[in-house]
């Protein structure tokens, strides 16, 4: 096992590094349930007025038509926090911080309170607020608000690039939000960012399937309108997606309708095609006094779900369906395996359908041709380094984003960039758009266009 403080970390200066983030499942954040208590801006206007409640944190007791006047001031800041709320759906106050390279926003930050007020954000938190000390706000939640405030109040605020930048071209949207359940994945994938060699992580709002499997592969999206998506997703250097599923039950059939949903999924969609595996993290629940571990049902779910479902040879689904324990990858708290470098894992493909050992994340346990692709499968690395989602150190130095400014000066005519300057040689003012474009070069849009 290994200290998260000893392992070389790539924001090694970062005050939100994993060695000094409270640690989601070892520090007590959760104990019996999977929600935070939430409050809304709407909801507690009620309970206020009901006088139900009477002292709330400072942060949330902004003036509504205060909080959306002020929305234009640090916009880059909310932003940077909208997105990351958006993609992963629910973040602690030090995960937001740890995607943003920002700072923990405290119990007086008006940001906060101008976003609660504007019904943007939902506040939460795992514990009676009463009882909060000021280290708090490290463990405070914040959630997209189910209201139609983004579309009212901010997208007419923002460019182009600023748009596809905080919701990846999606619509916005709440809904769906499992405290617990984000908040874990969303600590496994900053994790593998800071330690691991991957390429890309992305959350939730950017991990549906019909993309995974289908449109982000070159293909048809099938018949239908299904919005289902995995829990995040892991992108190794080799363009490898690694859908992730996190679960801390099995309980009753869902487990298995899920497990066998992606085991249908594979065998339609093969690796070649599409470079897609999927990986359950099973999360044993502490509170949990149960003989039969959430590792054990998974494992009898998944092999269960790939015989129903085997695919063909050359694309078995057992060889593509893999499961990780969290205890077993993070024993203690700021502990890790040595595993976690390799993302070692399990799959139900080994003699008479034993489970075997595998690396994720080593290109020789795991092997990925991409030669049969349509597209190139680091294309979503590209697109990756421009959403707010993404961990700011993996968004530096990634080459051939998308030039989102260009569309909208190319439907105008407009490109290149066109501008008054002066001919090399004779120093007379010309308009580029005649002859002699090469200057048009040398110009860049502004930041704010610049995705």
Known sequence: MMRLADIPSSIPRSPHRAAVRLDPYWDGLWNLGSAGTWLSRGHSDRLRAAGLIR?????????????????????DVKLDLLGAVNAWRTLTGEQQAAFSGRRVFDAQDQIIGDLFASDLIDAGTIWNPELETRLADRAALYRPSNSDA?????????????????????????????????ILTAELCLRLAEFANV???????????????????????PPGQSNKTADAVIVRPDGLRIAVESTATAAGTDFLR??????????????????????????????QRNTETIRRKVRKEI?????????????????????????????????????????????????????????????????????????????VVHAAAGLRSTPFWLRRGVPDRPALHELPLRQQGLFP???????????????????????????????????
């Open 55 to 75: 002292n709330l944190p400072s942060r949330l007791r902004t003036n509504p038509a205060d909080a959306i006047g002020r929305l234009p001031g640090n916009l």
């Open 150 to 182: 983004f579309d009212r109040h901010v997208a007419p605020l923002l460019t182009f690039a600023e748009q596809v930048s905080v919701t990846g071209g999606e619509a916005w949207i709440a809904g769906g939000q499992f405290a617990r359940h984000n």
């Open 199 to 221: 390429a890309a992580v992305l959350g939730e709002r950017d991990a549906r399937v019909r993309t995974l499997a289908y449109t982000g592969a070159g293909a048809a999206q």
């Open 258 to 287: 899920k497990a066998r949903a992606w085991a249908q999924v594979l065998a339609r969609r093969p690796l070649a095609d599409t470079g897609l595996v999927v990986l359950f993290v099973g999360i044993e629940r502490l509170d």
């Open 303 to 379: 092999a269960q779900a790939t015989r129903e479902v085997p695919g063909l040879a050359g694309n078995r689904t057992a060889d593509r369906m893999f499961l990780m324990s969290w205890q077993e990858m993070f024993p203690a708290r700021h502990e890790a395996s040595a595993d976690l470098f390799t993302l070692r894992c399990e799959r139900p493909n080994g003699p008479g359908g034993t489970w075997a050992e595998a690396h994720l994340l080593d290109e020789g346990s795991v092997p990925f041709d991409t030669s049969a692709m349509r597209v190139d499968p680091l294309t």
């Open 417 to 451: 960039i066109p501008f008054v300057g002066q001919h090399r040689r004779t120093g007379k003012t010309q308009s580029l758009d005649v002859k002699d474009r090469a200057i048009a070069a040398q110009i860049r849009p502004p930041a704010r266009l610049r995705y």
